[in-house]
């Protein structure tokens, strides 16, 4: 069963804007993951936060973590048309375990 | 540092046939996990290895088996292909397990008909 759940499911913006993808989890985690897709492809490893950190970023990407809500979130921003991809979320609670994902599409 | 392989990349069986899937993990990693990703049930965990022992196993049947090798690379055999194991089987490496990044493969992508 998906212990992670992103929200939205899809999600499509203009290059330039920001994009912001949800996660929402069940159980007590270590760590919270995320990874992006390209259309049927392996994931690729954006940002990994722990349990005890509030915010990270990483380039263009922010991430928040707030485990008293059990709910983190993914913000791109000044998107670009090759952020068109998949993105998930994924708990360690005893394994790796990812949401459904968001589908974002950026249009030039 | 060459990236996780897995062979072959697409195989096309049919119901009823088994079939072998192999992954090379990053070298140094001795963590390997194995998911079956479908357009209905997403990402799902089959199993992990580590250090030649399966640390642990998801819900699948007993038809989905694995094994990892002492210079950790991986196989997965699914026996009695049915249409439902239509999927994308992806693994993923890393140094000591899912609480770190994980490195995935480019996936095998299995066709049952």
């Known amino acids: 069963s998906q212990q992670g759940e992103e929200d939205p499911q899809a999600l499509s913006i203009q290059e330039g804007e920001n994009a912001t993808m949800n996660c929402s989890y069940k159980t007590s985690i270590n760590n919270l993951q995320w990874y992006r897709q390209n259309s049927g492809r392996g994931l690729v490893h954006l940002i990994l936060?722990?349990?005890?950190?509030r915010e990270k970023h990483s380039g263009r990407l922010r991430v928040t973590l707030d485990t008293s809500k059990k709910s983190s979130s993914l913000l791109i921003t000044a998107s670009r048309a090759a952020d068109t991809a998949s993105y998930f979320c994924a708990t360690d609670y005893s394994t790796l375990t990812f949401g459904k994902g968001t589908m974002l599409l950026v249009s030039p | 540092k060459a990236g996780v392989t897995q062979t072959p990349r697409y195989l096309i069986k049919t119901r009823g046939q088994q079939v072998t899937l192999s992954c090379s993990p990053i070298?140094?990693?001795?963590?390997v996990s194995w998911y079956q990703q479908t357009p209905g049930q997403g990402l799902q965990f089959l199993f992990e290895?580590?250090?030649?022992?399966?640390?642990n196993k998801g819900n699948f049947p007993g038809r989905f088996s694995g094994r990892q090798f002492s210079n950790s690379r991986s196989e997965m055999n699914v026996s009695t292909l049915e249409l439902g194991d239509s999927a994308l089987y992806l693994c993923?490496?890393?140094?000591?397990?899912?609480?770190?990044?994980?490195?995935f493969g480019p996936g095998t992508r299995l066709l049952v008909l």
């Open positions: 936060i722990r349990s005890n950190e």
């Open positions: 993923a490496s890393s140094l000591f397990g899912p609480q770190e990044t994980q490195y």
């Open positions: 290895y580590f250090s030649e022992t399966q640390r």
């Open positions: 070298s140094g990693h001795r963590s």
